[in-house]
């Protein structure tokens, strides 16, 4: 927790211009008004905070979680439902094996041997559905409930909803999120205030003209000067900038600067921290299969999924992202997403779609059994989901296509059911037909279960309010725990 | 409301609902929609025969019994909460608590078909699989009430439930109620009542009124060295040199001043800081934006005419009228007309869907926009939310909406873009005459050209071969996208040129279509419901008279009526925002929104009188800012003065000078030009021009686009602003975001700032630079010191500031060289609040 007390300890004896009397309670009055500061939830609820594992692509629901036996036993038979593409239309039976898991019995291919370990921890949303069966619509209005209009992002309405507990890193963070598909439309705070806006680690980088992009968190480092060097530097600007608040008296906006420098000071040093995975027992790090490969294909920040290198890149790459959001959660921040492209398996189906599951299932069974022992998993919502899922159908013979129509997300901790299915597609997985959950449904439920209204979390802009789920959105109260 | 007959049978409704009272207001309403009527006996006189007698049917003992047994208990439990004459919301306009409420339906039609399950929207609703039409929306009902349902219905749909349902007004908007709001009705001399005092301006008289009757009393004026520092920040957004201030300081008199005043109006870089205001307001980017960005390489020539326009004080009205309808003014030369042309750029540069696939959606889409930005740019009027129903607070009917959006869909919107992988709607251009108008782009050599098309041929014949391999690999595969995306590329790049490789003259803009079209109004906005067709016009409440649109859009029709001293609105909102950016708030502090959710005015009298004044001067924008700059109000100094500050905390009555961070164009720039690195001319063209059209942020492999540019010292206003990446040295500080229409830039305070003042590359390279002429041209530290005080903050350091500072000088170089302790010095005094703040 941030702490005036230890706020004025911390930034050194030259800078005790806080402790004036004549501006101790406009500061007062003034953290009341801090827009980060943590703020009590509609309702009661269980979850505090949010991992998203965000699959870029449309992962293949058919393959994964979704069982369909009749589309295995009707491999190859043409489809009526297939239509729209050019290609292919027979129906492809999974590859894969499914078993049931767990006490709860909840399906699983072998693509994931280790998650399956967890079966009884998630609650299976097996029939979610979106609008549009293109990338960049239905990745934005995953992320922004719309894309139609630009709007607040998932994590900039939860940050906005709730704040942060720790004012020494950012409130929301999204680990190597990609360019396109919307790019930082995806985090961004759009009419919310800039302070919601999610904080960028890694990722797509390039950008013609874009800032940061060097693979970290962008200006979080000085390139020469030391952390005393710098110290020494900014005790003398603030030195400068208390002589003019002296002379123009009370000055929010001075006094904000002030405020900035320290926590932007101390963020230097809190960030990197919270992303530093190396003082972590080799127990930790063997548990999210961090060391076992990968490394060379996404680097320690690389977005895993941007090429098609990074595709059988192995555990480690997206093992150190799940790590990191541990840490950082773990260190107070609100609302961490981690991004793993490469979903969209129109063609190579069987190799890419092992590769990818490969990479992503011991870490993800990692952060779930490392959250439980921490205590952590009752309160923290985790998310996995991607903008739609696959067709029952083949494109080629080993690829499908993009599907709107039904697809699973899953959830676990955060007072979710454990153990629990909701929702059904038709025979082939094709079309979400009992229980549906559109996009606007799975926002309205995750902002109830971290206690908020979805029609009660608005903000007002352009003469009205707005709100994450627009007009829409009904709470998936089933799945509530 | 066309017809008068229908507004006075209006008028008499109202009329007759007087004396019944008024039910339940609901919670929030549009003020210009008729209230539901009460509870009236009349209502059945309303009722048609038919209906009349079903009621007559009287329901036997079974059927009520089933009635009461299996239907009302399920009606109470799953529908009263929204569909009840006393529901808090009543959706959809539908009560279910009535037999008259449930026959005869809401929104959507009639609820049942009495005798008629399959046809009744009731049983529809219950049964259907989308579940966002499923009713009760949560939870599906049990097939055992669904069975009881339908043969209710079979049976009739016996209803003994007697009562009227509250009848649901439809949203009728009454127009005449809404001009009697402040912003609809035109600003009147008579109105504007000015207490004499001499030597005043009567924009101060107007001030000082008000300010007695809140009880303020205004701070002592600025120093001169605060006031000249202002002044230029404000007017050219450079800040002042130690010389300039000084030659003010030494003889500051109204006269020297108002002879800064007009050196800095007639410099160009004041058409750069002005302009940018209003590149804010036309939401203007260098490429679509949205969920895949495609560049427009053409859009810097609007920004050029921006600028021009303000620097050569082009009068506001005929401003409007070209950014609406410039290619169908009459041209002087060739000149004038490219100048016409690229203007209606203002119309085509929004954000767009590219990857939209239906063309309607994407047409619709387009020109929601397009009235999005006309409305509240010029008028101040949110109207696009008339798009999907009335809208909810302004007398703007959907009606309206569809009026203005057939003037826009019988007008063809020219924006490029290419047809690639996710590119859907390309467009052409507009042809330019040649006007000797420089563009930046240097001719591409012979071999230059020779060499793309090589390459391009090579491309296509690789992506044919991979077709006549397998169609679906040149899709879907990796190397399909890939040739798809580098032939797009090229292809881009190459439509900029000629066959010989001279560039072409292209601009964004508008034409008339060959065909022009009144639009139907879409139900919900949705392309697949059309419904009743309305002609081409204005929205009814700000004019009483719609317009004869003889031939073409009626975009020139539109435009004259935006840019006349008739209309209540375009000079208002204009000046508002001139006065904002000048004085931190505008008059009315929603300056895009001058509808009743807007804010009112802190004078309305002040703001009609300049806008009146406005007009009377010629729309003159340089008139109205020497005015505006000459008043005591903006001469005041910013001191806090806590009796005042409880009374008007937000200073809406000009007791004080708000204090205020720079924007960021003008910290980026006086970051530049302390360090003596800005190129103060103006950029030729734009890096997007040179890259052409194709992907604004690069897809699958970077290597294509080069790398990011080296860096560009120009003026910010001339860096490449393409949506969702805008440079971050802009958009760190609350730049405008080009996906919206921004009157008002937030002004925020935050770490990441901060972060981008300590660390950020450039910031050190400024300091460096700053640090080497320290060095250089200085030999010892307290004239160093002297000197980087005057630099980066136009005046010499107190006694005081000189000890500190050789405190730090000494304390840091003793573990540092000469230069990086400088730099750090330098990087201080930029990081500092007297730097950063406009005071």
């Known amino acids: 927790m941030f702490d005036r007390r230890q706020m004025l300890q911390t930034t050194g004896s030259g800078f005790g211009f806080l402790a004036f009397s004549a501006l101790a309670h406009q500061a007062a009055a003034r953290e009341a008004a801090n827009p980060l500061a943590p703020k009590p939830p509609h309702f009661p609820a269980k979850a505090k905070r949010v991992i998203f594992l965000c699959m870029e692509g449309g992962p293949s629901h058919v393959d994964m979680f979704d069982h369909k036996p009749k589309l295995s036993s009707d491999d190859g038979k043409s489809y009526a439902g297939a239509r729209g593409r050019v290609f292919g239309g027979k129906l492809l039976g999974s590859p894969w094996t499914f078993k049931k898991h767990g006490k709860s019995g909840i399906p699983m291919s072998e693509l994931f041997p280790e998650l399956a370990r967890h079966a009884d921890d998630l609650t299976m949303l097996n029939a979610c559905y979106t609008d549009i069966p293109n990338h960049p619509q239905a990745f934005l209005q995953m992320h922004c409930g719309l894309f139609q209009f630009p709007r607040p992002s998932l994590g900039s309405w939860i940050l906005y909803g709730l704040g942060t507990s720790n004012e020494n890193l950012p409130g929301f963070v999204t680990i190597s999120p990609p360019n396109n598909n919307g790019g930082p439309a995806n985090y961004g705070s759009n009419f919310l205030p800039a302070i919601y806006q999610g904080t960028k680690i890694g990722g797509g980088g390039f950008g013609a003209y874009g800032g940061g992009g060097s693979g970290s968190v962008s200006n979080i480092k000085n390139p020469r000067q030391s952390t005393r060097d710098q110290r020494q530097q900014l005790d003398f600007m603030q030195e400068l900038n208390k002589n003019s608040l002296q002379q123009t008296g009370h000055n929010p906006a001075v006094e904000g600067l002030i405020e900035s420098y320290e926590l932007a000071f101390r963020m230097q040093a809190e960030l990197p921290k919270a992303l530093d995975v190396s003082g972590e027992t080799r127990k930790t790090l063997e548990l999210y299969g961090i060391g076992s490969g990968g490394a060379a294909a996404g680097g320690r920040f690389g977005n895993a999924g941007g090429g098609p290198g990074g595709r059988r890149g192995g555990p480690d790459t997206f093992g150190r992202q799940c790590l990191m959001a541990r840490r950082l959660i773990e260190s107070g921040v609100r609302f961490v997403e981690v991004t793993r492209g490469g979903w969209d398996q129109h063609r190579n189906l069987k190799d890419d779609l092992a590769g990818n599951c490969e990479s992503i299932d011991k870490p993800i069974a990692g952060l779930l059994a490392d959250l439980k022992q921490r205590g952590l998993l009752k309160d923290t919502l985790v998310i996995w989901g991607g903008e739609f899922g696959r067709t029952p159908y083949a494109q080629g013979t080993d690829g499908r296509d993009h599907n709107s129509k039904g697809y699973t997300m899953w959830m676990a901790g955060g007072g979710t059911k454990a153990g629990f299915v909701h929702g059904k597609t038709d025979d082939y997985g094709h079309e979400a037909v009992e229980g549906k959950v559109h996009v606007h449904d799975w926002h309205a439920t995750v902002l109830h279960l971290l206690g908020l209204d979805h029609e009660k979390l608005t903000y007002r802009h352009a003469g009205r309010d707005f709100r994450l789920t627009d007009v829409k959105g009904n709470v998936v109260k089933e799945i509530v725990a | 409301m066309r017809s008068p007959r229908l507004f006075s049978l209006l008028l008499l409704a109202v009329l007759l609902c007087l004396p019944f009272g008024v039910a339940q207001e609901p919670r929030k309403r549009n003020p210009f929609v008729q209230p539901p009527f009460g509870r009236r006996p009349a209502e059945k006189k309303a009722e048609p025969a038919a209906e009349a007698k079903d009621f007559a049917n009287k329901p036997t003992a079974e059927q009520v019994r089933f009635f009461e047994a299996k239907i009302r ?35 959507t039609g009639p609820t049942i078909v009495p005798g008629h399950p399959q046809k009744s929207l009731l049983i529809d609703v219950m049964t259907t699989k989308e579940s966002e039409r499923m009713m009760p929306p949560k939870q599906r009902l049990s097939d055992e009430v669904i069975a009881d349902f339908k043969k209710w219905v079979e049976m009739g749909a016996p209803d003994p439930r007697d009562g009227v349902a509250r009848v649901v007004v439809k949203n009728d908007i009454d127009i005449e109620k809404g001009k009697q709001f402040w912003s609809f009705q ?43 520092r202002r002044l230029y920040v404000d007017l050219i957004g450079l800040p002042a040199t130690a010389e300039q201030v000084e030659a003010f300081v030494r003889n500051p008199t109204p006269e020297a001043y108002a002879n800064v005043v007009d050196e800095l109006l007639a410099s160009p870089h004041f058409g750069e800081r002005w302009g940018r205001h209003w590149l804010d307001v036309a939401r203007y980017a260098e490429s679509t934006g949205k969920a895949v960005n495609f560049n427009y390489p053409h859009a810097w020539r609007y920004r050029d005419y921006v600028i021009a326009a303000y620097n050569a004080d082009k009068p506001f009205d005929l401003f409007v009228k070209e950014q609406l309808a410039g290619d169908l003014l009459t041209a002087k030369d060739d000149r004038d007309r490219e100048e016409n042309i690229v203007a209606t750029g203002f119309l085509a540069i929004g954000s767009k869907n590219i990857n939209e696939r239906n063309r309607l959606q994407f047409e619709l889409d387009l020109v929601d926009e397009q009235i999005d930005v006309f409305s509240q740019a010029f008028l101040g009027i949110t109207a696009a939310c008339a798009r999907c129903h009335d809208h909810k607070f302004d007398p703007i009917p959907t009606k309206d909406y569809y009026a203005l959006a057939g003037i826009f869909r019988s007008t063809e919107t020219c924006y490029g873009t290419i047809r690639a992988v996710q590119g859907q709607h390309p467009s052409p251009l507009m042809t330019l005459p040649d006007s000797g108008i420089e563009d930046g782009l240097k001719p591409l050599s012979k071999s230059e050209v020779e060499r793309l098309e090589k390459q391009l041929a090579d491309l296509r014949q690789e992506l044919r071969d991979l077709q006549r391999k397998s169609i679906q690999d040149s899709f879907l595969s990796v190397n399909g996208v890939r040739l798809r995306i580098q032939t797009a590329t090229i292809e881009g790049r190459l439509s900029q040129y000629e066959k010989d490789g001279t560039p072409k003259r ?100 002040l703001l009609d009188h300049l806008a009146l004044r406005f007009m009377n001067d010629g729309w003159s924008t340089k008139k109205l800012i020497k005015e505006l700059v000459s008043t005591e109000a903006y001469q005041l100094a910013t001191t806090y003065e806590p009796k005042n500050f409880e009374r008007d905390p937000e200073n809406s009555l000009l007791w004080r000078m708000t204090p205020e961070r720079l924007d960021a164009e003008v910290i980026r720039d006086a970051l530049l030009a302390v360090a003596g690195n800005l190129n103060r001319s103006p950029a030729k063209g734009s890096p997007v021009h040179a890259n052409g059209e194709g992907y604004a942020i690069p897809r699958g492999r970077p290597a294509l686009f080069g790398g990011p540019p080296p860096e560009d010292t120009h003026r910010s206003v001339y860096l490449p602003i393409v949506r969702d990446n805008v440079p971050e040295s802009l958009t760190l500080f609350d730049a405008a975001d080009p996906n919206l229409i921004v009157g008002n830039r937030v002004n925020t305070t935050v770490p990441a700032q901060a972060l981008f003042l300590m660390n950020n590359p450039f910031v050190i390279k400024q300091s460096d630079l700053v640090a080497s002429k320290l060095i250089t041209n200085f030999g010892s530290d307290s004239q160093r010191i002297r000197e980087a005080y005057r630099m980066v903050y136009g005046r010499n350091p107190t006694n005081a500031e000189v000890e500190t500072s050789e405190a730090f000088v000494a304390k840091y170089s003793a573990r540092h060289t000469r230069r990086e302790t400088w730099t750090a010095f330098a990087q201080a005094l930029f990081g500092s609040a007297e730097f950063l703040m406009r005071n």
């Open chain 2, 73 to 107: 208990p399920v009606l109470v439990e799953q529908c009263y909460k929204c569909h009840a004459t006393d529901s808090e919301k009543i959706r959809a306009n539908l009560t279910l608590d009535t037999r008259q409420g449930i026959r005869s339906g809401g929104d």
């Open chain 2, 186 to 228: 035109h600003p009147s001399k008579t109105k504007i009542t000015i207490s004499d005092a001499k030597g005043k301006s009567e924009v101060d008289r107007i001030l000082a009124d008000a300010r007695v009757a809140k009880g303020l009393t205004t701070v002592a004026p600025a120093d001169p060295v605060a006031l000249i």
């Open chain 2, 506 to 605: 292209l601009a964004m803009g508008t034409r008339e279509r060959f065909r022009t079209f009144n639009s139907p109004v879409y139900g919900r906005g949705e392309p697949d419901k059309p419904g009743e067709v309305v002609s081409r016009g204005f929205l009814q409440v700000m004019t009483d008279r719609q317009p004869t649109i003889r031939r073409g859009s009626g975009r020139m029709e539109l435009a004259n009526w935006v840019a006349s001293p008739d209309n209540p609105l375009t000079a208002r909102v204009y000046v508002n925002r001139m006065w904002l950016h000048l004085f931190g708030r505008g008059l009315v502090n929603t300056p895009d929104n001058f509808g009743t959710t807007g804010s009112a005015p802190s004078s309305q009298m």
